[in-house]
Every structure is written in C-alpha cells, then in structure tokens.
Nanobody, 120 residues
C-alpha cells in the first residue's frame, strides 16, 4: 500500500513564504505525475501546480511566478515552495500522485491535506 503524507503548512503573514512537502512511502513501483491542489471553504478543489515524471511543470495562473513545484526522486518527495503569499492562497493543500504499486496496480492517490492560512 502506498501513502502520501504532507507537511509544512501553517499560518503566515501576507508576503511571507512556506514550503510544503509530500512524502510517498509504501510498496511503490513507480510514481508518474504528481501535483499540488488546494481547496478553500465553499470552493471546489483546484490544481495549483503539477509536475510530470520528465519534470515538465505547469501552474495555475494565479500562482505563476510565486510558487515553484519540484520533486526529489531519490526520496520520493514532492515540494511546493510558496513565496509572496496572499490571503487568497488560504486553503487546505493536498498532494496527489499517479502511482503504480509493486503489485502493478495503478491509481491516483491523495494525501490527507495540510492547512495554509495567510493572514496578518
């Protein structure tokens, strides 16, 4: 069984920075694309940033130039560096991954989420 565990959320003032991490563990055969998503109260979950196995990245327009997604293949860990944070970035942030387990089952997996609050 594969699981994703996020960390790094918290309370930050506008203009501040946070770095989120998402560690994958368990019976992993391979991880294809990964991404960060967020969901604010009353809103649908939206993709913030994604990265393919070839390190091709894409970003939601509102975070371009402020957020950077990266992954460490040796550690099976995904990161999201968030700079110049704004109150509208406040949400629960989720990590998602397209994984294949050692049993060759392929599925999209979600982490439990981590709260990011941007407020003065």
């Amino acid at each position: 069984q594969v699981q994703l565990v996020e960390s790094g959320g918290g309370l930050v003032q506008p203009g501040g920075s946070l770095r989120l991490s998402c560690a994958a563990s368990g019976s992993i055969y391979t991880i294809y694309s990964m991404g960060w998503y967020r969901q604010a109260p009353g809103n649908q979950r939206e993709m913030v940033a994604g990265i393919t196995k070839s390190d091709v990245t894409n970003y939601e327009d509102s975070v371009k130039g402020r957020f950077t997604i990266s992954r460490d293949y040796a550690k099976n860990t995904l990161y999201l560096q968030m700079n110049s944070l704004k109150p509208e970035d406040t949400a629960v942030y989720y990590c998602g991954a397209d994984v294949s387990s050692e049993e060759r089952r392929r599925y999209y997996l979600w982490g439990q989420g981590t709260q990011v609050t941007v407020s003065s």
